[in-house]
């Protein structure tokens, strides 16, 4: 090869690597933050997430949590994806407020922020992603409940941590419209902290604090799971319902056995896709976080920010013993 052919070559070389370099740099990087590592419906989420990452061809997931249900977790966390400039934050938070100081900084950083699931209050994000809407599923948990009391009786509620913003928003909607369910009752709340162990003690303190209690309410995946096991051990198939939202995938022995007639729950890997969307728009700048506005996000169609820049995905979904093995599959 000639010395200029040589050069010609070197030169194309550096070019090729410089494009890789340019390429790899414009990568952005979509940190999925969950409420904690080890939880179903969060790992379907981030199936979602990986998927919307798939189709959009320039993004990377980092999917991250802590290993409890902590807000000092998830600042610890997010502490770290600040360190490492990454372009957006997506979070599930463990906290409305304890967050926010955390992930103001990120944005003043220059990250985009914004929460889905559980949120936190708008100084820290940018916008909310409800999985659904809030008085829809407040009145769904309680119309499942009512669904399979005919003759009506006592439902108590298992909730997952007492800061935990989805859980007391769902609860108080539920609350708004019980009396449009007369014959239920609900005599308490109690907070299995999103914990497999604690949530299984508390669903047998319900049942033992109310003897003639005829249905739990869990509005967590982790709390509906081991209530229907506690009502499973103590031997109250058929005179104790658990219903609330769950994984078709973790709730499907359960319906089977009759420990729940029914649960609702939208599709987590449509909310981690969704999530992953908007962020990824909000990011590039080709959509913004204002009341009004419209952010695509690609195969669930588009979502519209309220005046509290939120935005439900869709309805919940029910499942009984007539689709449970169609989804269980799923997730």
Known sequence: MSAIGKALATAAMGLALMTTGAA?????RIALVVKALGI??????NKGAE?????????????TGPTDTTAEGQIEVINSLIAQKVDA???SANDT????PTLKKAMDRGITVISWDSGVASEGRLMQLNPSSSPLI?????????DNLPDGGEAAVLSATTT???????IEEMKKVEGNYPKVKVVGTVYGDDLADKSYREAQGLMQTYPNLKAIIAPTSVGIVAAAQAVTDAGKIGQVNVTGLGLPSEMAGHVKSGASKSFAIWNPIDLGYSATMAAYHLAKGDAKAEPGAKIPIGRMGEI???????????????YDATNIDQFSSIF
């Open 97 to 100: 407020d304890a967050l926010v």
């Open 89 to 91: 934050i997506a979070v």
């Open 164 to 170: 935990s913003t989805n859980q007391n928003t769902w």
């Open 51 to 63: 998927e919307a990452a798939k189709e959009l061809g320039d993004v990377k997931i980092i999917y």
């Open 40 to 45: 179903g419906f969060f790992e379907a989420a």
């Open 304 to 318: 519209t920010l309220d005046d509290k820049t939120e935005a439900a995905m869709a309805d919940p979904f029910v």
């Open 24 to 28: 790899q740099a414009e990568e952005m």
């Open 138 to 146: 407040g009145n769904m948990i309680i119309k499942l409940a009512a």
